[in-house]
């Protein structure tokens, strides 16, 4: 069907503005965290989030107040998700992935490379970025919870501060 309706398109256009300005307003409610790096329990949220706008804008049977309270309760649950990981190391742990040490003084640790399913040429590209060459200037590489990498540039005590609580093999 290529039209169906004018009323359908000005039903379209009327609760796409509104549930767009809804969306924007439980977004900015919600804080920074709704918007930051994501980790798997983010990314869920936000794909729900996108399906959800997506059904207030096409679902013809499906009511304005129904839709922006569906976008309301993700955004609720989002938020007591977060307060609990905040609260309760457990539960952090359950919902969310830990830190991966990848490289160590100047190699790579090929298990974690294979378990984590990253190839050297992405721990080369964090390292270009961050302005080194080699992988032995600097003193780890890390895979974080949200993805990105990062590069502990030195053995001192920031650097070492830096990697509190992971892993770290013996030298």
């Known amino acids: 069907m290529l039209f169906d309706s004018w009323d359908s398109i000005g039903r379209m256009v009327v609760f796409g503005i509104a549930a767009y300005a809804g969306a924007i307003a439980m977004l900015r409610?919600?804080?920074?965290?709704?918007?930051?790096?994501?980790?798997?329990?983010?990314?869920?949220?936000?794909?729900?989030?996108?399906?959800?706008?997506?059904?207030i804008l096409i679902d013809g049977s499906l009511s304005l107040a129904t839709g922006i309270g569906a976008l309301a309760l993700l955004i609720v649950l989002q938020f007591v998700v977060a307060a609990l990981a905040v609260r309760s190391g457990r539960f952090r742990n359950w919902i969310?992935?830990?830190?991966?040490?990848?490289?160590?003084?100047?190699?790579?640790?090929?298990?974690?490379?294979?378990?984590?399913?990253?190839?050297?040429?992405?721990?080369?590209?964090?390292?270009?970025?961050?302005?080194?060459?080699?992988?032995?200037?600097?003193?780890?590489?890390?895979?974080?919870?949200?993805?990105?990498?990062?590069?502990?540039?030195?053995?001192?005590?920031?650097?070492?501060?830096?990697?509190?609580?992971m892993q770290v093999p013996p030298q």
């Open 29 to 55: 409610i919600s804080g920074s965290r709704t918007l930051s790096k994501m980790n798997a329990f983010d990314l869920v949220v936000t794909i729900a989030f996108g399906s959800t706008l997506s059904a």
């Open 96 to 165: 969310t992935t830990q830190p991966v040490l990848l490289a160590w003084g100047g190699h790579v640790l090929d298990d974690a490379m294979r378990q984590q399913r990253v190839a050297i040429e992405d721990i080369e590209a964090a390292l270009r970025q961050r302005g080194f060459a080699r992988l032995d200037q600097v003193m780890a590489v890390v895979l974080e919870a949200d993805g990105s990498l990062s590069v502990v540039e030195s053995a001192g005590t920031d650097g070492a501060a830096r990697l509190s609580g």
